[in-house]
């Protein structure tokens, strides 16, 4: 990959970090944040070597988010559906 590609890819990964970082901050989303242990991340690296690189972010996210417990996706699911409702408000 030439340097200004890198540059790119690098400086639009930063303005999703910046954007991702709002928005859970707007959400109260820091309140629920999970640390996954070693072990998960590893089986789901496993389960992942077998998949095409295009569908590989989507299921990490999907494998990630199964890890979660059912009651915190719940609970923050219920706060960001609070949340939005309140922006329509607005």
Known sequence: MDKRRE???H???EIDRRELKA???YFEN???CVELR???FKRISSLL???DDMEKAEKKREL???TISKDTRDKVFS???EKLSRLDME
Do not use: G, V
């Open 7 to 9: 540059t790119y890819i």
């Open 11 to 13: 400086e639009l990964k």
């Open 23 to 25: 928005t859970a901050s």
């Open 30 to 32: 820091f309140k629920y």
């Open 38 to 40: 070693p072990e998960e």
């Open 49 to 51: 070597s077998e998949i």
């Open 64 to 66: 990630c988010t199964e």
């Open 79 to 81: 706060i960001f559906m």
